[in-house]
């Protein structure tokens, strides 16, 4: 695992990194109704000094976006491509310093519109590219459909927590999020592992049934189609004699 922490401490970073992280600490706090001067003084710098860096509240958010986004992908890229499990396992381990990019993932799809469907769209790529590179590596099987692999895996991760920490906030709907995630980590490991690496069927007759029928589907699409593009032909050749 990177050596690096999820929000690291501010002596490590430039200014424009420390206005970065705490923007995401504020947003996953408050929410996106935050302003920039909440930010600024999260990171004790002026409001204009963050202008400055991100030209305005949108630009903000896009970095902490592209941020959250490659701190997520780069730790699964290293745990999956590891040879030592060791890797994956001390990821796990450390679970609760992804508590202010989670909170804010989690505030950015609950406000949802195009700025969260543009956060989704990025996460798949981001899934599919780490186990593209864990393909490669041998440690991940090949997929039939890759993209639709990526996409399946990011909306059940993202579904799964947001589920959980909905079901653990306090009555005031405020959430603990680094014992929620130490939590859920807890409660879904074995299963988790378990499915990923052993499987649920005993056999791949379900799986060999849906392709053949989707092969079928596919095949009598294309030769509707290719029947109706020879009669559109026909029917033109006609009207041009």
């Known amino acids: 695992m990177c050596s690096a922490r999820a929000v690291s401490p501010d002596r490590d970073?430039?200014?424009?990194?420390?206005?970065?992280?705490?923007?995401?600490?504020?947003?996953?706090?408050?929410?996106?109704?935050?302003?920039?001067?909440?930010?600024?003084?999260?990171?004790?710098?002026?409001?204009?000094?963050?202008?400055?860096?991100?030209?305005?509240?949108?630009g903000l958010r896009a970095a902490c976006d592209g941020h959250v986004l490659e701190?997520?992908?780069?730790?699964?890229?290293?745990?999956?491509?590891?040879?030592?499990?060791?890797?994956?396992?001390?990821?796990?381990?450390?679970?609760?310093?992804?508590?202010?990019?989670v909170a804010?993932?989690?505030?950015?799809?609950?406000?949802?519109?195009?700025?969260?469907?543009?956060?989704?769209?990025?996460?798949?790529?981001?899934?599919?590219?780490?186990l593209d590179a864990a393909v490669a590596e041998g440690r991940v099987r090949p997929s039939r459909d890759p993209a639709a692999r990526a996409r399946y895996l990011a909306m059940n991760s993202l579904g799964t927590t947001l589920l959980f920490l909905q079901m653990h906030a306090d009555k005031n709907g405020s959430v603990d999020y680094a014992f929620a995630l130490r939590k859920m980590s807890d409660d879904?490991?074995?299963?988790?592992?378990?499915?990923?690496?052993?499987?649920?069927?005993?056999?791949?007759?379900?799986?060999d049934a849906y392709t053949d029928r989707?092969?079928?589907?596919?095949?009598?699409?294309?030769?509707?189609?290719t029947d109706t593009a020879n009669t559109d032909t026909l029917q033109s050749s006609k009207e041009n004699e």
């Not at 970065?20 to 947003?27: C, E, K, N, P, S």
């Open 71 to 101: 701190v997520i992908a780069s730790e699964k890229r290293d745990a999956l491509t590891a040879s030592d499990p060791g890797r994956m396992l001390a990821y796990m381990s450390e679970i609760e310093q992804y508590a202010p990019l």
């Open 214 to 225: 989707a092969n079928t589907d596919t095949a009598n699409t294309d030769t509707a189609n």
């Open 104 to 130: 804010y993932l989690v505030r950015s799809f609950q406000a949802g519109g195009e700025l969260a469907e543009s956060l989704f769209e990025d996460m798949v790529a981001g899934v599919e590219e780490y």
């Open 13 to 58: 970073l430039n200014t424009r990194a420390r206005i970065r992280d705490a923007a995401i600490r504020v947003f996953g706090e408050q929410g996106f109704g935050a302003g920039i001067r909440a930010v600024a003084t999260a990171a004790g710098v002026s409001p204009g000094l963050v202008n400055h860096h991100f030209g305005s509240k949108k």
């Open 188 to 207: 879904i490991a074995l299963p988790g592992l378990e499915l990923y690496t052993e499987g649920l069927f005993t056999d791949s007759a379900l799986l």
